[in-house]
């Protein structure tokens, strides 16, 4: 099993910056894919950035140029730097993790979830 620790959520003004941590632990052998997806209130759960393997992002575009995801690889923890956060980026913010406990047995791990709450 693989177990993902998230923190760093709050409370912030409307400009303000947040970094969100996501440390996995478990039995991990590769890690394919590490990225956050956020669900507001009475929405679906959506991408809000990824970095796969080879170190490529991807962002949704309502948070291009303001967020962004990295990773330390000896500690597999994601981090999301989010900057100039806006009212409408208020979320419970989830980590996913995605990769293989071994040779055919792969795993697509969520966190537990942190809410992330941007006041106007």
């Known amino acids: 099993q693989v177990q993902l620790v998230e923190s760093g959520g709050g409370l912030v003004q409307a400009g303000g910056s947040l970094r969100l941590s996501c440390a996995a632990s478990g039995s991990i052998f590769s890690i394919n894919a590490m990225g956050w997806y956020r669900q507001a209130p009475g929405k679906t759960r959506e991408l809000v950035a990824r970095i796969i393997g080879g170190g490529s992002t991807i962002y949704a575009d309502s948070v291009k140029g303001r967020f962004t995801i990295s990773r330390d690889n000896a500690k597999n923890t994601v981090y999301l730097q989010m900057n100039r956060l806006k009212p409408e980026d208020t979320a419970v913010y989830y980590c996913?993790?995605?990769?293989?406990?071994?040779?055919?047995?792969?795993?697509?791990?969520w966190g537990q979830g942190t809410q992330v709450t941007v006041s106007s």
């Open positions: 996913n993790v995605r990769g293989a406990s071994g040779p055919g047995r792969g795993f697509d791990s």
